[in-house]
Antibody, heavy 120, light 107 residues
Framework: QVVLQESGPGLVKPSETLSLTCTFFNGSMNSTNFYWGWIRQAPGKGLEWIASVFFRGDTHFNPSLRSRVTISVDTSKSQFSLRLRSVTAADTAVYYC????????????WGQGTTVTVSS | ETVMTQSPATLSVSPGEGVTLSCRASQSIKSDLDWYHQRPGQAPRLLIYRGSSRATGIPARFRGSGSGTDFTLTISSLQSEDFGLYFCQQYNNWPFTFGPGTMVDIK
């Protein structure tokens, strides 16, 4: 059974960089069938797509976060990562990694989510 | 950016009843729309892709329809596991955008 799992610190100080990694278990990321994405959900709010990456490194970003976001992939480790710079309290959220199945065009597999709080 | 809206914001339903949820896009997105269900404390789950196709394991009581700017998710005979938040999401153009969600709770 394929699984996605997020990892990273749960607490980040304002102005610092949030770094998260998503590991894909029991499968290969070397596929033309998927993008790999990050989505977040602030407390009591809806979902916000952050960025997506293809296994070859092609990327797409939400313009609202583009200037602060880096997304990368390491297929040898079956991982992809998110870095969000200069965080503020507004970046406090549950961060999900998810697989975008290009044949469906939907996020068909999600991690369980990791809560990141921005606070000093 | 395509802005997604959903209505109603909240819906109170008795088990066994049917419901219809609406999603509207600020511009035509053809049929490039997904529906997700999220239970409290859980990640969203894909229900419907391409506007009307059920994802793997999704029962037939879930039906998606619509194209262009107006979409509908119909759930016939709600079960206890169907309560929670429902989101629509467009993938017609970058950035992907989600609707604000409809909360379906128990009457």
């Amino acid at each position: 059974q394929v699984v996605l799992q997020e990892s990273g610190p749960g607490l980040v100080k304002p102005s610092e960089t949030l770094s998260l990694t998503c590991t894909f278990f029991n499968g290969s990321m070397n596929s033309t069938n998927f993008y790999w994405g990050w989505i977040r959900q602030a407390p009591g709010k809806g979902l916000e797509w952050i960025a997506s990456v293809f296994f070859r490194g092609d990327t797409h970003f939400n313009p609202s976060l583009r200037s602060r976001v880096t997304i990368s992939v390491d297929t040898s480790k079956s991982q992809f990562s998110l870095r969000l710079r200069s965080v503020t309290a507004a970046d406090t959220a549950v961060y999900y990694c998810a697989r975008d199945a290009l044949l469906l065009r939907g996020f068909d597999l999600w991690g369980q989510g990791t809560t990141v709080t921005v606070s000093s | 950016e395509t802005v997604m809206t959903q209505s109603p914001a909240t819906l109170s339903v008795s088990p066994g009843e049917g419901v219809t949820l609406s999603c509207r896009a600020s511009q035509s997105i053809k049929s490039d729309l997904d529906w997700y269900h999220q239970r409290p404390g859980q990640a969203p789950r894909l229900l419907i892709y391409r506007g009307s196709s059920r994802a793997t394991g999704i029962p037939a009581r879930f039906r998606g329809s619509g194209s262009g700017t107006d979409f509908t998710l119909t759930i016939s005979s709600l079960q206890s596991e169907d309560f929670g938040l429902y989101f629509c999401q467009q993938y017609n153009n970058w950035p992907f955008t989600f609707g604000p969600g409809t909360m379906v709770d128990i009457k």
